[in-house]
Nanobody
């Protein structure tokens, strides 16, 4: 079955860290780029970070220097390491890959609050 499954979200205090995981199945993970999006209540979904099949990375200005995207092709898994979290990072985070169709995970909630 072709799918993406995210995990790792939760409640964290400002300044804290979380690591999100995106496990892919049903296709050759290493052949495709991986992206993380987020959507806060009342806002549009926005691109947070992207990593190409070759490992090249890009980040939204709002998360540069705080978030790190990576991948482990042997585990068919993409990661988003989030450090120095702020309340404005609160959102549902989604993994996205464009294979023969656009794949989205189910989303994982990240809440940054004291």
């Amino acid at each position: 079955q072709v799918q993406l499954v995210e995990s790792g979200g939760g409640l964290v205090q400002p300044g804290g860290s979380l690591r999100l995981s995106c496990v892919a199945s049903g296709f050759i993970f290493s052949n495709y780029g991986c992206k993380w999006y987020r959507q806060a209540p009342g806002k549009e979904r926005e691109l947070v970070a992207a990593i190409s099949s070759r490992g090249n990375t890009n980040y939204a200005d709002s998360v540069k220097g705080r978030f790190t995207i990576s991948r482990d092709n042997a585990k068919n898994t993409g990661y988003l390491q989030m450090d120095s979290l702020k309340p404005e990072d609160t959102a549902v985070y989604y993994c996205n890959m464009v294979v023969w169709s656009t794949l989205w995970g189910q989303g994982t909630q990240v809440t940054v609050s004291s």
